[in-house]
Nanobody
Framework: QVQLVESGGGSVQPGGSLKLSCTGSGFTLTYYAIGWFRQAPGKEREGVSCVSSVSDGSTDYADSVKGRFTISRDTAQNTVYLQMNNLKPEDTAVYYC?????????????????WGQGTQVTVSS
């Protein structure tokens, strides 16, 4: 049974940092593309960042987070991280991780096959 569990969300002031974790169970994350997505109140879910399977290794970022967010893997922990720096109020959202069967990652929410339950990130002064 494929499961994804996010953690690391919280409240932070503008300019602060958070590190989100996405841990998998029932499968090995190494062999799958993993993406981070977010959904703010009243808005559609959008792709934030993704990393392809280890056989590819490529990453992708939404323009709005380039230079501020970094995605990475820890194969030993079966976990994918999203390091978020210089956070802005517009980053406030529920953040989800997801995986898809094709090895190449995608920022399209409709192209994912399994989702975690989400973790809240609030950026406010």
């Amino acid at each position: 049974q494929v499961q994804l569990v996010e953690s690391g969300g919280g409240s932070v002031q503008p300019g602060g940092s958070l590190k989100l974790s996405c841990t998998g169970s029932g499968f090995t994350l190494t062999y799958y593309a993993i993406g981070w997505f977010r959904q703010a109140p009243g808005k559609e879910r959008e792709g934030v960042s993704c990393v392809s399977s280890v056989s590819d290794g490529s990453t992708d970022y939404a323009d709005s987070v380039k230079g501020r967010f970094t995605i990475s893997r820890d194969t030993a922990q079966n976990t994918v991280y999203l390091q978020m720096n210089n956070l802005k109020p517009e980053d406030t959202a529920v953040y989800y991780c997801a995986t898809r069967i094709p090895p190449k990652c995608s920022l399209g929410p409709n192209t994912q096959d399994y989702w975690g339950q989400g973790t809240q990130v609030t950026v406010s002064s």
